[in-house]
């Protein structure tokens, strides 16, 4: 059975830093492109940042410079290290694994940039 599931969410002050994980299970992790996408109340779901197989990564213009995306295929885990956090940034951040048809997603957690 796969599993993508996200951790690390929370309340910060702006200006703050939170580290977003995401574990997988059931799937050969280090084959698959790894995302976290984000979506804010009243918005559509949008793309943060991406890793392939071979650690090539993409941003959002939006958050770059201050987030950045990795994995570790030995732990099946993605990272997203979030910094300089602003209140635009509040959304629930989802982890998405893709490889050929195959999409699995996360359930997503919850950040909110607030003083």
């Known amino acids: 059975q796969v599993q993508v599931a996200e951790s690390g969410g929370g309340l910060v002050q702006p200006g703050g830093s939170l580290r977003l994980s995401c574990a997988s299970s059931?799937?050969?992790?280090?084959?698959?492109?790894m995302g976290w996408y984000r979506q804010a109340p009243g918005k559509q779901r949008e793309l943060v940042a991406t890793i392939t197989s071979s650690r090539s990564t993409s941003y959002a213009d939006s958050v770059k410079g201050r987030f950045t995306i990795s994995r570790d295929n030995a732990k099946k885990t993605v990272s997203l290290q979030m910094n300089s956090l602003k209140p635009e940034d509040t959304a629930v951040y989802y982890c998405r694994a893709t490889l050929e048809n195959r999409d699995h997603w996360g359930q997503g957690t919850q950040v909110t940039v607030s003083s």
């Open positions: 059931g799937i050969s992790f280090s084959f698959y492109g």
